[in-house]
T-cell receptor
Framework: SQTIHQWPATLVQPVGSPLSLECTVE??????LYWYRQAAGRGLQLLFY??????ISSEVPQNLSASRPQDRQFILSSKKLLLSDSGFYLC?????????FGPGTRLTVL | KQEVTQIPAALSVPEGENLVLNCSFT??????LQWFRQDPGKGLTSLLL?????REQTSGRLNASLDKSSGRSTLYIAASQPGDSATYLC??????????????FGQGTILTVHP
């Protein structure tokens, strides 16, 4: 069966510090991968998606970037965090039809 | 641009009631629609997936319907239980080869079922 992992589960970072969130998927190959952000009081916003290794598409202009160094690994990064980057970050994968989500990372930028 | 709206924003019911959550979308050119459940501080759990050619899907006490032409879906929960308390999210996937499985989400309905 397929599983999706995210780490860390929670993170508190100062403004201006770098960020690296990791997502890995098990039990499938060549999935489409997605990063979403859920800010307090707002819905889920798609940040990036990837259809293959090294292929990244950005949905909104922002302070973040994404990379896919391996088939089942998706990384969300920032060189300098902003207060507005705080939120709940969710990784998801999709193959054929249904989309499945990871447990999320709660990021607080102080 | 696809927009998804969920009504009501919040719902509080006594245990045992049957209830309906509503989802509407502005662009009827969808590939499928998915209902999710989110518990506080957790990720999303997929409840039901309805393909654009289908009218409804059922799983246990849950039944989801889809009227693509009118841009509406409903999630029906029978005999609600306190364990059903969560946020319910509706999401649509656009049709066409460039959608890449991307989902557009509604804001969710916060459901509270009290004993």
């Amino acid at each position: 069966s397929q599983t999706i992992h995210q780490w860390p589960a929670t993170l508190v970072q100062p403004v201006g510090s770098p960020l690296s969130l990791e997502c890995t998927v098990e039990g499938t190959s060549n999935p489409n991968l997605y990063w979403y952000r859920q800010a307090a009081g707002r819905g889920l916003q798609l940040l990036f998606y990837s259809v293959g290794i090294g292929q990244i598409s950005s949905e909104v202009p922002q302070n973040l970037s994404a990379s896919r160094p391996q088939d089942r690994q998706f990384i969300l990064s920032s060189k300098k965090l902003l207060l507005s980057d705080s939120g709940f970050y969710l990784c998801a994968w999709n193959k054929y039809n249904e989309q499945f989500f990871g447990p999320g990372t709660r990021l607080t930028v102080l | 641009k696809q927009e998804v709206t969920q009504i009501p924003a919040a719902l509080s019911v006594p245990e045992g009631e049957n209830l309906v959550l509503n989802c509407s979308f502005t662009d009827s050119a969808i590939y499928n629609l998915q209902w999710f459940r989110q518990d506080p501080g957790k990720g999303l759990t997929s409840l039901l997936l309805i393909q654009s050619s289908q009218r409804e899907q059922t799983s246990g006490r849950l039944n989801a319907s889809l009227d693509k032409s009118s841009g509406r879906s409903t999630l029906y929960i029978a005999a609600s239980q306190p364990g059903d308390s969560a946020t319910y999210l509706c999401a649509v996937r656009g049709a066409g080869g460039t959608s890449y499985g991307k989902l557009t989400f509604g804001q969710g309905t916060i459901l509270t079922v009290h004993p």
